[in-house]
């Protein structure tokens, strides 16, 4: 993401201007966006003319149109994210208060007006806009006759290809046709990698499996490359690690790769199974938090007032000398503390326990 102007003034009002380089920053785009919000950018219209002798025909044109956010799709296979509005600006094409749907493109600008712009939001412009938060670590999951390929970035694990095979089972005295098969598994395996992993980038593959499966495919992987003189696998050779996984599952990544990676998920030393808004809330008015973990997930509620009540939070422990992991709900990690309700945190010390605190209608929501 590229940031190209940003005007906020000291009410916190005001706009920015970003384009999107690749399509990671769609989710970025999508954290930033909400219901209300101003969005100015490109878009393709359908519009009727009618010509001197009467007769009616349609066109697609290109012309910038502002809209007032209602809707907000963002497809994460895909990586692609559309707006819906109704325009607020005057238009040749458009009438004002008529409704448009921009579907957002890489590399083309768009402009983002916010009546208030948070710390939480502010935050996710500074990390989108980091050169140094790429996709540089991808992963092959895998088992007999099944592999998923990711790619891991700090925002979101993105599958980018999915190889099925049907293996035979071993008979006795003939080994032949499993054996076939499952060169056909780890040949579409390979060329999956080939296709997927960009290695100027990536700097890190992990082949994760149960068993022997992953050592397996590494030794025909290597194998095939210089029977095939493939140069990118040989000369990249070094970035490949193998690891335990219990299966071959893009869910299996939650393992030890997980663990070292991010913080673990820890529920309040409160007494209390599931830590809850209240109980965040009470442990950082005692200043007990060390770290607060929070999804990205809590920072898209459409009530105004709740949104609030998450990021005077987060404002809360960083002022008091705290650390906030926001956690993406597109990670493993992030759909694991959706569990714990979307909040949690590792505390400085124990608190006494007590009451569990009484949570409105809009916080037993989350």
């Given at each position: ?43 393709i219209r359908k519009v009727q ?185 040989l000369e990249n050779r070094s ?128």
């Open positions: 993401m590229k940031l190209v102007h940003k005007d906020i003034e000291k009410d916190n009002a005001g706009q920015v201007t970003l384009i999107p380089d690749e399509a990671e920053d769609m989710w970025h785009t999508y954290n930033l966006l909400q219901v209300g919000d101003s969005l100015r950018a490109s878009t003319t009618e010509s001197s002798t009467g007769s009616v025909g349609s066109s697609r044109v290109r012309t910038t149109l502002t809209l007032c956010v209602e809707t907000i799709d963002f497809d994460s296979q895909a990586c692609q994210l559309r707006v819906k509005g109704t325009n607020i600006q005057e238009n040749q094409y458009v009438k004002m208060g008529a409704y448009h749907t921009i579907e957002l493109e890489l590399n083309r600008k768009f402009t983002l007006a916010k009546k208030v712009w948070d710390s939480v939001v502010l935050d996710r412009i500074e990390q989108a806009c980091d050169p140094a938060q790429k996709a540089d670590v991808a992963a092959v999951v895998m088992q007999e006759g099944l592999a998923n390929l990711v790619l891991v970035t700090p925002a979101m694990t993105l599958l980018r290809a999915k190889v099925e095979v049907t293996i035979p089972r071993k008979r006795k005295g003939s080994c032949a046709q499993h054996d076939k098969a499952l060169d056909r598994f780890y040949e579409a395996v390979m060329q999956g990698i080939l296709r997927h992993f960009n290695f100027d980038v990536v700097k890190c593959i992990l082949v994760a499996s149960p068993g022997f499966v992953k050592d397996q495919f590494i030794s025909y992987l290597f194998k095939e490359a210089v029977r095939q003189d493939c140069k990118i696998l970035k490949f690690m193998v690891v335990h996984s219990s299966s071959g599952h893009k869910y299996s990544l939650k393992g030890k790769y997980y663990e070292r990676r991010f913080y673990v998920i820890l529920p309040l030393r409160l007494g209390y199974r599931t830590p809850r808004l209240a109980h965040v809330e009470r442990a950082s008015e005692a200043l007990a938090i060390d770290i607060l973990l929070i999804s990205d997930t809590l920072f898209r509620h459409q009530d105004v007032a709740t949104r609030c009540r998450y990021v005077r939070l987060v404002d809360d422990v960083k002022e008091n000398g705290g650390i906030v992991r926001i956690f993406s709900s597109l990670h493993v990690s992030g759909e694991q503390l959706n569990q714990l309700s979307g909040v949690a945190a590792i505390l400085r010390f124990p608190i006494a326990e007590g009451s569990e605190p009484e949570e409105d209608s809009s916080s037993d929501e989350d």
